[in-house]
Protein backbone atom coordinates (compact mmCIF):
# COMPACT_ATOMS: atom_id res chain seq x y z
CA UNK A 1 0.00 0.00 0.00
CA UNK A 2 2.96 1.75 0.69
CA UNK A 3 4.77 1.53 -2.27
CA UNK A 4 1.53 2.43 -4.27
CA UNK A 5 0.76 5.58 -2.85
CA UNK A 6 4.77 6.37 -3.09
CA UNK A 7 4.79 4.99 -7.06
CA UNK A 8 1.69 7.25 -8.01
CA UNK A 9 3.75 10.29 -6.11
CA UNK A 10 6.41 9.86 -7.99
CA UNK A 11 3.61 10.16 -11.44
CA UNK A 12 1.93 13.10 -10.31
CA UNK A 13 3.36 14.50 -6.93
CA UNK A 14 0.93 16.42 -4.67
CA UNK A 15 0.47 17.54 -1.20
CA UNK A 16 3.22 17.50 1.40
CA UNK A 17 5.31 14.67 0.22
CA UNK A 18 4.36 15.45 -3.29
CA UNK A 19 6.61 18.92 -2.40
CA UNK A 20 9.06 16.54 -1.06
CA UNK A 21 9.35 14.45 -3.89
CA UNK A 22 9.90 17.42 -5.63
CA UNK A 23 12.50 18.92 -4.09
CA UNK A 24 14.48 15.62 -3.59
CA UNK A 25 14.45 15.27 -7.79
CA UNK A 26 15.94 18.61 -7.94
CA UNK A 27 19.10 17.52 -6.23
CA UNK A 28 18.97 13.57 -7.28
CA UNK A 29 18.46 14.00 -10.84
CA UNK A 30 20.58 17.54 -11.29
CA UNK A 31 23.64 14.97 -12.61
CA UNK A 32 21.35 13.22 -15.30
CA UNK A 33 20.17 16.57 -16.51
CA UNK A 34 23.67 18.02 -16.87
CA UNK A 35 24.76 15.15 -19.09
CA UNK A 36 21.50 14.70 -21.07
CA UNK A 37 22.08 18.09 -21.75
CA UNK A 38 25.86 17.75 -22.57
CA UNK A 39 24.63 15.22 -25.65
CA UNK A 40 23.32 17.92 -27.83
CA UNK A 41 24.45 21.38 -29.56
CA UNK A 42 22.03 24.29 -27.79
CA UNK A 43 22.42 27.61 -29.88
CA UNK A 44 21.52 31.53 -28.89
CA UNK A 45 17.75 31.79 -28.68
CA UNK A 46 16.67 28.58 -29.32
CA UNK A 47 12.94 27.64 -27.93
CA UNK A 48 12.99 24.46 -25.68
CA UNK A 49 10.55 22.58 -23.75
CA UNK A 50 11.12 20.37 -20.75
CA UNK A 51 8.23 17.56 -20.66
CA UNK A 52 7.85 16.67 -16.69
CA UNK A 53 9.87 19.70 -15.22
CA UNK A 54 9.23 18.61 -11.47
CA UNK A 55 11.31 21.10 -9.41
CA UNK A 56 12.54 22.75 -11.92
CA UNK A 57 16.72 21.83 -12.01
CA UNK A 58 17.03 21.11 -15.84
CA UNK A 59 15.09 24.43 -16.44
CA UNK A 60 17.92 25.99 -13.89
CA UNK A 61 21.08 24.11 -16.00
CA UNK A 62 19.37 25.47 -19.22
CA UNK A 63 19.36 28.74 -18.05
CA UNK A 64 22.69 28.68 -16.55
CA UNK A 65 24.15 28.41 -20.23
CA UNK A 66 22.65 31.68 -20.94
CA UNK A 67 22.38 31.61 -24.36
CA UNK A 68 18.91 33.91 -24.58
CA UNK A 69 16.92 31.00 -24.80
CA UNK A 70 12.81 30.71 -24.35
CA UNK A 71 12.54 27.79 -22.15
CA UNK A 72 8.97 26.05 -22.00
CA UNK A 73 7.81 23.44 -19.37
CA UNK A 74 5.04 21.20 -19.31
CA UNK A 75 4.51 19.07 -16.23
CA UNK A 76 0.98 17.12 -14.80
CA UNK A 77 1.54 17.65 -11.17
CA UNK A 78 -0.04 21.49 -9.80
CA UNK A 79 2.86 20.82 -6.83
CA UNK A 80 6.03 20.60 -9.48
CA UNK A 81 3.92 24.01 -11.15
CA UNK A 82 3.91 25.90 -7.69
CA UNK A 83 7.86 24.34 -6.89
CA UNK A 84 9.21 25.01 -10.57
CA UNK A 85 7.11 28.66 -10.06
CA UNK A 86 9.23 29.42 -6.82
CA UNK A 87 12.39 28.65 -8.07
CA UNK A 88 11.75 30.52 -11.28
CA UNK A 89 10.26 33.04 -10.85
CA UNK A 90 12.70 36.22 -11.92
CA UNK A 91 12.69 34.11 -15.26
CA UNK A 92 9.31 33.68 -15.56
CA UNK A 93 8.83 37.54 -14.71
CA UNK A 94 11.49 38.41 -17.62
CA UNK A 95 9.70 36.17 -19.97
CA UNK A 96 12.31 33.60 -20.36
CA UNK A 97 10.70 30.82 -18.80
CA UNK A 98 6.92 29.92 -19.45
CA UNK A 99 5.34 26.89 -17.44
CA UNK A 100 2.45 24.94 -17.93
CA UNK A 101 -0.09 22.62 -15.91
CA UNK A 102 -0.71 19.87 -18.79
CA UNK A 103 -0.31 17.17 -20.56
CA UNK A 104 2.25 15.36 -22.82
CA UNK A 105 -0.76 13.99 -24.43
CA UNK A 106 -2.40 16.86 -25.35
CA UNK A 107 0.14 19.91 -25.30
CA UNK A 108 -1.12 23.51 -26.06
CA UNK A 109 2.08 24.21 -28.12
CA UNK A 110 1.68 25.03 -32.42
CA UNK A 111 3.22 22.55 -34.74
CA UNK A 112 7.03 22.25 -35.19
CA UNK A 113 7.82 24.43 -32.35
CA UNK A 114 10.33 23.40 -30.92
CA UNK A 115 14.03 23.14 -31.82
CA UNK A 116 14.74 20.96 -28.93
CA UNK A 117 12.64 18.70 -26.23
CA UNK A 118 13.91 17.42 -23.37
CA UNK A 119 12.19 14.18 -21.13
CA UNK A 120 14.42 13.40 -18.40
CA UNK A 121 12.73 10.43 -16.29
CA UNK A 122 9.41 11.28 -17.33
CA UNK A 123 8.55 9.40 -20.45
CA UNK A 124 8.35 6.04 -18.10
CA UNK A 125 5.19 7.50 -16.48
CA UNK A 126 3.26 8.48 -19.57
CA UNK A 127 -0.37 6.56 -19.90
CA UNK A 128 -0.39 6.84 -23.50
CA UNK A 129 2.88 6.57 -24.71
CA UNK A 130 2.66 6.28 -28.79
CA UNK A 131 -0.37 9.46 -28.74
CA UNK A 132 2.44 10.92 -26.08
CA UNK A 133 5.01 10.60 -28.97
CA UNK A 134 3.11 11.57 -31.90
CA UNK A 135 2.70 14.93 -29.88
CA UNK A 136 5.90 15.39 -28.71
CA UNK A 137 7.13 14.84 -33.37
CA UNK A 138 4.07 17.19 -33.44
CA UNK A 139 5.53 20.48 -31.68
CA UNK A 140 9.26 19.60 -32.57
CA UNK A 141 10.45 21.62 -35.36
CA UNK A 142 12.32 19.67 -38.68
CA UNK A 143 15.49 18.65 -37.73
CA UNK A 144 15.61 19.12 -34.01
CA UNK A 145 15.99 16.71 -31.46
CA UNK A 146 14.41 15.02 -28.62
CA UNK A 147 16.43 14.13 -25.64
CA UNK A 148 15.08 11.22 -24.00
CA UNK A 149 17.08 10.53 -20.49
CA UNK A 150 15.85 7.75 -17.53
CA UNK A 151 17.66 5.59 -14.74
CA UNK A 152 17.46 1.87 -16.56
CA UNK A 153 16.23 0.24 -13.61
CA UNK A 154 13.35 2.50 -13.73
CA UNK A 155 12.28 1.42 -17.47
CA UNK A 156 12.18 -2.15 -16.62
CA UNK A 157 10.26 -1.07 -13.64
CA UNK A 158 7.45 1.13 -14.87
CA UNK A 159 7.13 0.73 -18.22
CA UNK A 160 5.14 -2.69 -19.56
CA UNK A 161 5.77 -1.80 -23.61
CA UNK A 162 8.91 -0.35 -25.29
CA UNK A 163 11.17 -1.54 -22.63
CA UNK A 164 14.02 -2.43 -24.55
CA UNK A 165 15.92 -0.17 -27.03
CA UNK A 166 15.02 -1.93 -29.97
CA UNK A 167 11.76 -1.81 -29.12
CA UNK A 168 11.45 1.72 -28.32
CA UNK A 169 13.47 2.50 -31.30
CA UNK A 170 11.12 0.64 -33.41
CA UNK A 171 8.04 3.21 -31.77
CA UNK A 172 9.57 6.33 -32.58
CA UNK A 173 10.71 5.48 -36.18
CA UNK A 174 7.18 4.00 -36.71
CA UNK A 175 5.67 7.76 -35.76
CA UNK A 176 8.48 9.80 -38.28
CA UNK A 177 11.36 10.17 -36.22
CA UNK A 178 14.20 10.25 -38.78
CA UNK A 179 17.10 8.95 -36.43
CA UNK A 180 17.99 7.33 -32.60
CA UNK A 181 20.92 7.38 -31.52
CA UNK A 182 21.77 5.64 -27.74
CA UNK A 183 24.04 6.58 -25.14
CA UNK A 184 24.38 4.81 -21.64
CA UNK A 185 26.43 6.25 -18.46
CA UNK A 186 26.20 3.49 -15.72
CA UNK A 187 22.81 3.26 -14.19
CA UNK A 188 21.87 5.96 -17.01
CA UNK A 189 20.50 5.48 -20.70
CA UNK A 190 20.01 8.28 -22.88
CA UNK A 191 18.22 8.63 -26.68
CA UNK A 192 19.01 11.23 -28.91
CA UNK A 193 16.12 11.44 -31.33
CA UNK A 194 16.02 12.89 -34.20
CA UNK A 195 12.98 14.34 -36.50
Known amino acids: ?41 ISDNYRILEIGYGG ?51 MPYQNNYFDRIFAIQTHIFWKDIKKSFQEVYRVLSSNSTLIIASEK ?9 YRTSHEFSQLLTSIGFSKIEEKQNRNWILYIVYK
Do not use: C
Open 1 to 41: MLTEFLIKQSQKPSGLIGRVITKIWSFYFKKLSLWAIKQTT
Open 56 to 106: GSTIKNLLALNKNLEIHGIDISKESYRTAQRVHSDSIRKGSVQLKIGNVEN
Open 153 to 161: EKIHYHMTD
